[in-house]
């Protein structure tokens, strides 16, 4: 495991260091978290655009009208 270094507001710094304790964790493990989740949202970005690009080859036949759309 890597160590880094950032700067951040005092006030800021504590805020988050009180958001820690709340959720009985340490700031460290909240960044990792934050960091782990900004590095998957490309992959679920690109996992998006695969399923969209799946899903157009279907047809569901409409247009639709509203009350079509809301028939059971």
Request: charged share 40%; no cysteine.
């Amino acid at each position: 495991m890597k160590n880094i270094t950032f700067s951040a507001d005092d006030r800021l710094i504590e805020e988050a260091r009180e958001e820690a304790r709340r959720r009985k964790t340490t700031l460290n493990a909240l960044f990792r978290d934050w960091l782990a989740e900004l590095a998957a949202r490309e992959e679920r970005r690109e996992m998006i655009n695969k399923i969209m690009e799946e899903a157009d080859q279907y047809d569901a036949g409409g247009p639709f009208t509203r009350n079509e759309m809301n028939r059971h």
